[in-house]
């Protein structure tokens, strides 16, 4: 089961080697073949050229080309030769056209000139390694060295007639078609023999038995398996190898996937490869980054949902308290007189308003984190939201001798909820006055620049601290020092709004100078 891929890969290698070598076996096997009878064949012709080109040289061609051998004793082949021996036996006649077959051979009976013929012919078959016939084209009379001599007379197989007729007429031919008149399937080249008046005065044909040609094939086809043996073998083992290499990342993948299944995401695979298996390992080692990234805001987030339990408990338990204790104490009776039972019930009054704006930032919080909460989004003058926004929070900065501005010389269109923007710039306002001094100025401003706005909140107050900037806007995080009745939600509502809306917004402060709120986002596009 653990190799059952390396296996596989293996039978493919092996049967896809196996194919090719039958294939290339095939194509070779046939180019060869081809080609070693195009060289048999080639080599045949040139032996018959240059034996054509010396026998009108050499001793005794002459007569037996222009007069025969006077063999008063020669008699004619007996009838019970081979059936193969196409020409027939026609007595001491022969037809005006026929042609006449005389073999020669070496005894001590035969006469001088007949073993001198003889002899000729064999040397011509040894030095050609071949049997050899020597046609005289005056006499029709086709000489050849053989054990059964005689004269064989009469008309001669097509396949002898058509390759003389062309020898005959000067060119070299070739032919697969002897082998009833010489005993064995034979490759016969002729080539003509010129007189020297440059006339055509014979032929000389080779014959070359086929069966060594085949065996040169079978040699070298056997040689050719043994090589695809070898090579299948070389093969084998090296596509094992390779296959162990291939395999040998996806184990390491496979390791690296078990440990992120038990939780161990800083594992990683280590492989770099510029291919398809070296991106299937990138992808897994940054699947195990985010898988880790996501496991420490798991963490991160389980922290958080701790702190604010932790947070929420204490914001209700201290006026819970308190009104417990006061509540205790006026049912007791021990508080008689009326301006202290009345200071005490204002105490009550104040820690019921800290306990309903608390549940009531809670409510909008969780409303606005709800991926179901909708929002009415219509074409808006965002200037008018922050104009009324402005407006309503001028009574708590009168209170403080806080003077609010307000500086938009442009409108500012876009889509959105026109109570959920006011409510944006109440909080950013809220903060920057409650965390201005009396005599100080809170100042709005707003510009447009091509397609795009932006609006700030800018107060002079205290600032907020380098290490507390990041945070400003998680839930609960409020300066007691500096805001003793703040919940710590109103910037994480502000944040909420401003996300629905597709609205950037950007703290920037410094401790004794002032902060500064940044509201960025587009313009309605049908205003452009």
Not at 411 to 417: F, I, K, N, T
Not at 459 to 477: E, K, V
Request: hydrophobic share 45%; charged share 20%; glycine share 8%.
């Amino acid at each position: 089961m653990k190799h059952r891929l390396t296996k596989r890969l293996l039978a493919y290698f092996s049967l896809t080697l196996l194919l090719f070598a039958l294939l290339c076996g095939a194509v070779f096997s046939w180019l060869f073949t081809r080609y070693s009878q195009q060289v048999y064949e080639q080599e045949l012709r040139q032996r018959a050229e240059t034996l054509a080109a010396a026998i009108p040289s050499l001793a005794g061609s002459q007569q037996l080309l222009a007069e025969g051998v006077a063999d008063e004793n020669a008699a004619i082949a007996p009838a019970s030769r081979s059936p193969h021996h196409m020409m027939r036996h026609m007595g001491s006649g022969r037809a005006q056209h026929g042609w006449c077959r005389q073999q020669y051979g070496v005894s001590a009976t035969a006469p001088a000139a007949a073993n001198q013929a003889g002899q000729f012919l064999w040397q011509l078959d040894q030095m050609m390694q071949g049997k050899v016939w020597l046609v005289a084209a005056k006499n029709h009379t086709i000489y050849a060295y053989g054990e059964n001599t005689g004269r064989e007379d009469g008309e001669l197989p097509p396949a002898v007639s058509e390759i003389l007729q062309q020898v005959l007429a000067g060119r070299t031919a070739v032919s697969r078609d002897f082998g009833a008149l010489i005993d064995t399937p034979s490759l016969t080249v002729g080539a003509p023999l010129w007189g020297e008046d440059g006339a055509v005065i014979g032929a000389v044909l080779i014959h070359r038995p086929l069966q060594e040609m085949r065996q040169t094939l079978s040699e070298g086809l056997r040689l050719l398996v043994i090589s695809v043996l070898l090579g299948l073998l070389l093969a084998g083992i090296l596509a094992l190898l390779l296959t162990r290499r291939f395999i040998a990342p996806l184990y390491r993948m496979q390791a690296v996937a078990r440990s992120f299944a038990q939780a161990r995401y800083d594992e990683r695979t280590g492989i770099s490869q510029q291919d398809e298996i070296g991106m299937l390992a990138g992808d897994i080692d940054r699947l195990g980054g985010r898988l880790e990234a996501a496991r420490q805001e798991r963490e991160q987030l389980t922290q958080q949902r701790q702190d604010f339990l932790s947070a929420i408990s204490h914001e209700l338990r201290t006026p819970l308290t308190v009104l417990r204790g006061t509540a205790e104490l006026l049912v007791s009776g021990l508080v008689t007189h009326e301006a202290e039972r009345g200071k005490y019930l204002h105490q009550m009054m104040e820690n019921l308003s800290v306990l309903e704006r608390l549940v009531g930032d809670l409510l909008e919080l969780s409303r606005l984190q709800n991926p179901g909460f909708t929002m009415e989004m219509t074409p808006l003058d965002f200037r008018e939201a922050i104009q009324e926004a402005a407006g309503s929070i001028q009574p708590v900065a009168a209170a403080k001798a806080v003077e609010v501005t307000v500086k938009l010389s442009e409108s500012l269109p876009v889509a959105g909820d026109y109570g959920r923007l006011r409510q944006l710039v109440v909080i950013l306002l809220d903060n920057a006055v409650k965390f201005s001094a009396a005599g100080q100025t809170v100042e709005i401003r707003g510009q447009r620049e091509l397609d795009s706005w932006q609006v700030t909140v800018e107060d002079h107050g205290c600032g907020i601290a380098a290490a507390d900037l990041p945070y400003i806007f998680d839930r609960f995080h409020a300066r007691r020092e500096n805001n003793a009745q703040g919940t710590g939600m109103g910037l994480a509502i502000a944040r909420e709004i401003a996300d629905r809306h597709g609205i950037a917004i950007a703290c920037t402060s410094e401790q004794g100078v002032g902060t500064r709120f940044i509201l960025s986002g587009r313009l309605l596009a049908e205003t452009l």
